[in-house]
């Protein structure tokens, strides 16, 4: 099996046309069957007022084929508190997602504010 239950994802909803809400989610994975995934966490979604992704503080558990061509799956340290990840904008290398502690991701090669 490709993905582990247990692993921390965070998924990047691929933008279907240009107006389209741009989404992400932060999880971890409660049951898998080859790359069919239900997740369990939290979605962000693009704020363009603030261009930044805010979280939706409610927990969702969500079904994926994470190996669909309309998402970017990153996978999380295991160690780290999903409920502590924020992002942020960091003049000198972009928009990365963070837990503040050392931990962070930079999403940058999905566009400047993905």
């Known amino acids: ?28 994975v409660q049951k898998a069957d080859g790359t069919a995934c239900r997740i369990v966490g939290n ?24 190996a669909a061509s309309g998402y970017v799956v990153n996978v999380i340290n295991r160690n780290v508190d999903l409920g502590k990840m924020f992002y942020k904008y960091d003049t000198a290398t972009g928009l990365i997602l963070t837990d503040g502690k050392g931990y962070s991701l930079n999403i940058n090669e999905f566009g400047l504010r993905s």
């Open 1 to 28: 099996m490709i993905i582990e239950i247990g692993e921390k994802v965070h998924i990047v909803y691929r933008a279907m046309y240009e107006k389209s809400n741009r989404r992400h989610f932060l999880g971890e």
């Open 43 to 66: 979605v962000f979604v693009y704020d363009p007022k603030t261009t930044m992704f805010v979280k939706k503080e409610e927990m969702r558990t969500t079904i994926i084929d994470l």
